[in-house]
């Protein structure tokens, strides 16, 4: 296949904080860069964008015929079980000629038990956290369009949702 018919799209969580993807995008342009991918974007589930829509359409724009997405997450969640596969099934109905491939998330690997030693090496200098100062939430405030999710026990959602008539707010993703 020829390298500008199959694309990659990088799935990050998404965050409040701006720069939060600066390491995944970082990524996406040394596999782009380096010739090892011909077309690679990356998208975010939630908060900062582009969205995956906007992503893959890019990539069909550029010849794309086969789009492989990779979730940039670590854990088999709830999101790579069961939100991105349904978010993207409902794009791929607007791409009937294109092959749309879920890719396997970065999971377990004995790459990733290396980077895990290295990081305990680079922390061994760290001061105690109680000499750490950290920033305020309010550093990166949420656009006043998010919606803000609550933590709250099984038994203080179940009473929350009896009082307010069971019109409960799903974690929504904005696709």
Do not use: W
């Amino acid at each position: 296949m020829d390298g500008n018919e199959e694309a990659v799209i990088l799935m990050g969580h998404g965050s409040r904080v701006p720069d939060a993807g600066q390491g995944m995008e970082t990524v996406a342009r040394t596999l782009k860069e380096t010739g090892f991918c011909g077309i690679v974007e990356v998208c975010y589930m939630e908060r900062q964008g582009p969205r995956f829509g906007e992503a893959l359409a890019k990539c069909v724009a550029e010849g794309a015929k086969r789009v492989v997405l990779i979730p940039y997450f670590l854990h088999m969640g709830l999101h790579i079980r069961v939100d991105i596969p349904n978010m993207m099934r409902h794009e791929a109905e607007k791409y009937p000629d294109i092959t749309l491939v879920f890719g396997k998330n970065l999971g377990y690997d004995d790459l990733l038990l290396e980077l895990v030693k290295k990081r305990i090496g680079e922390s061994r200098q760290h001061p105690d956290v109680r000499k750490v100062e950290p920033l305020e939430r309010e550093t990166y405030p949420l656009p006043p369009e998010a919606q803000v999710f609550v933590t709250m026990s099984q038994e203080e959602a179940a009473e929350y949702k009896e009082k307010h008539g069971g019109h409960c707010h799903h974690h929504h993703h904005g696709h």
